[in-house]
């Protein structure tokens, strides 16, 4: 399970011992694996009620029967670039937190308006627009919460109309 957060902070607690904060530009990855519980609640007092706005994935392992476990990596200096960050993977050649997947890969970019970035090729991708809005070449302008499906396909610009966080999963594989 990847945990993003978009705006606020997160508190998280679980059976295996850990607890913490997670705000904005801190993948956390939880393994479930062979069991584990765990809570999440908005940080903020309920008297502030700050407002936090999570993407929480979840992808399937490689194998079953893993043991629990968790990691969480500060990814504020890279995304600061504006370029497409790679921010969670299980493929070798790739950066970002370690998932028990080597078929798939997160990418994150931070734009301003104006500025681009190209999608991985892939033969399955997703893209999302997180918070702001952009231009997806050949299809159209995507607003906060809109996605993009592609198969076999991968070089096509995404332009930022408004500041925007853009999710882009890489996948190699189908899922059984």
Same mark, same amino acid.
């Given at each position: 399970?990847?945990?993003? *957060?978009?705006?606020?902070?997160?508190?998280?607690?679980?059976?295996?011992?850990?607890?913490?904060?997670?705000?904005?530009?801190?993948?956390?990855?939880?393994?479930?694996?062979?069991?584990?519980?765990?809570?999440?609640?908005?940080?903020?007092?309920?008297?502030?009620?700050?407002?936090?706005?999570?993407?929480?994935?979840?992808?399937?392992?490689?194998?079953?029967?893993?043991?629990?476990?968790?990691?969480?990596?500060?990814?504020?200096?890279?995304?600061?670039?504006?370029?497409?960050?790679?921010?969670?993977?299980?493929?070798?050649?790739?950066?970002?937190?370690? *998932?028990?997947?080597?078929?798939?890969?997160?990418?994150?970019?931070?734009?301003?308006?104006?500025?681009?970035?190209?999608?991985p090729d892939a033969p399955f991708g997703h893209v999302f627009v997180a918070d702001g809005s952009a231009m997806f070449e050949d299809i159209g302008e995507l607003a906060q919460g809109d996605a993009v499906r592609?198969?076999?396909?991968?070089?096509?610009?995404?332009?930022?109309?408004?500041?925007?966080?853009?999710?882009?999963?890489?996948?190699?594989?189908?899922?059984?």
């Amino acid at each position: 399970i990847l945990t993003w *957060i978009l705006e606020g902070t997160l508190a998280h607690t679980d059976s295996e011992g850990h607890s913490g904060l997670i705000r904005p530009g801190l993948i956390q990855r939880m393994s479930a694996g062979t069991g584990i519980r765990h809570t999440e609640r908005n940080a903020s007092s309920l008297t502030s009620r700050d407002k936090l706005r999570v993407v929480q994935m979840w992808i399937p392992p490689d194998a079953d029967g893993r043991v629990p476990s968790y990691d969480e990596l500060d990814m504020r200096d890279e995304l600061a670039s504006g370029e497409l960050v790679c921010v969670a993977s299980g493929m070798p050649s790739r950066s970002g937190i370690h *998932i028990g997947n080597r078929f798939a890969a997160l990418h994150v970019a931070r734009l301003p308006p104006g500025q681009s970035i190209t999608v991985p090729d892939a033969p399955f991708g997703h893209v999302f627009v997180a918070d702001g809005s952009a231009m997806f070449e050949d299809i159209g302008e995507l607003a906060q919460g809109d996605a993009v499906r592609l198969t076999s396909t991968g070089g096509h610009r995404v332009t930022a109309s408004t500041a925007s966080e853009i999710m882009i999963w890489e996948m190699h594989a189908t899922f059984a």
